[in-house]
């Protein structure tokens, strides 16, 4: 008679703590290697200008892409999926990668690659400007905004079986298209209440906290969604 072992589908803190070792054991040159690139763009950039900090953000979304890529599609990482680990565990493990490990990884070359431009280049520099050293300034709300747009690359990366980069980028594109559309349209129908309109922009511009409240839990709801959304998907390609 066949005896079938049915995993423990139950949340597991060791099953996450052995993803990330296994992570770790298999990537860390590879994420080193990209952190190296990094700290050599931003050296040899001026941090004024912001390049380093546009490649750090491109980094990261493509690092994003590619890991969720891999959970979700069969032919590309086949020995991913036959980790012994479940759908959520492997979810949390790849947010985690993205969403925390990667972008501190990230963010430490970047500093460091502009710390040594100002300490190598500065006495070489009469021009002190190109020399300053930079930290762009993050709010909460970007930071939230981000996030959004990351869990909709990660449902993206889980929804789509190839190029889903672009795809997704194709259908946010599309989407805000039709969007905008649509609040053309219905300002066209509704002429007569552009007062009241614009009075109620005018309240929210001289109220500051509103308007900072409202979108940050907007982003949040929806990036909790599309979180959710990637957990089914990937419940469908589970192995």
Known sequence: MLNFIIMDTSLSLTRIKHLLNRYFIENWKKDLYVGLVLLVIAFVSNPMAGFSSFVYIVMILLYTGR????????????????????????????????HIYYVLLLSVFLVLGILLRALILAPL????????????????????????????LVFGSVYFKKNAFIKTLLSLSAFFFFLTMLVIFIIRMNVGSMTRLAEEFDYYVRNPYPSYLIPSIISIVF??????LSYFRLRETEV
């Open 67 to 98: 890991i969720f890529g891999n959970l979700a599609h069969k032919a590309s990482a086949q020995h991913y999926l036959m980790i012994p680990a479940s759908t959520s565990e492997k979810l949390i493990t790849n947010i985690f990668l993205s």
């Open 125 to 152: 520099c009469d021009d002190t400007s190109s020399c300053t050293f930079l930290i762009p300034y993050i709010s909460f709300a970007s930071y939230l905004s981000f996030l959004l747009f990351q869990s909709i």
């Open 223 to 228: 990036t909790c969604f599309f979180w959710i």
